[in-house]
């Protein structure tokens, strides 16, 4: 073997253990692009997912009018809203949440973090709608 062939060798036994340890970095170091956790092992938070349509003047879930909204504390509550009669959105100030507004046909979601006890009212912003009773409450155990 020549002299460069020899220091060419040394080069490549000293960089191919470099590469793996730099790939085994790597691929120790990323995050999934997307988690779910649906484990539930600390037995009290949770994603509550609520379908709710809009209206003229008022929402509703599952045929109920004006549904009351019960989650537990930290729960992720995630709103899935559509319209099906006019232009709204769905809205809770005290957790700054707020759908896009949507016309008839349209659909939007927004999640958040239920970070406080107590019951809030969840409304419709548009116009005078939440005044007409357009508006529900989402109480947090």
């Keep these: 073997m020549s002299f ?36 539930n092992t600390n037995g009290d938070i949770e994603t509550k997912t609520f379908v709710i349509t809009g209206e003229n003047f008022k929402f509703v879930m599952n045929g109920q009018e004006a549904p009351e909204l019960r989650v537990k504390q930290g729960d992720t509550v995630r709103i899935e809203f559509s ?33 406080k006890k107590g019951t809030f009212e969840y409304y419709c912003s548009v116009g005078e ?13």
């Design 129 to 141: 709608h939440r005044a007409m009773g357009m508006k529900g409450n989402l109480v947090v155990e």
């Design 4 to 39: 460069h062939q020899e220091i060419a060798m040394n080069k490549l036994n000293l960089i191919i253990p470099i590469l793996l340890i730099a790939l085994v970095f790597v691929a120790g170091c990323t995050q999934p692009t997307q988690t779910t956790n649906n484990d």
């Design 83 to 115: 319209s099906i009669d006019g232009f709204h959105d769905w809205v809770v100030d005290e957790f700054g949440a707020a759908t896009e507004r949507v016309n008839t046909g349209g659909s939007t979601s927004v999640e958040f973090v239920a970070d």
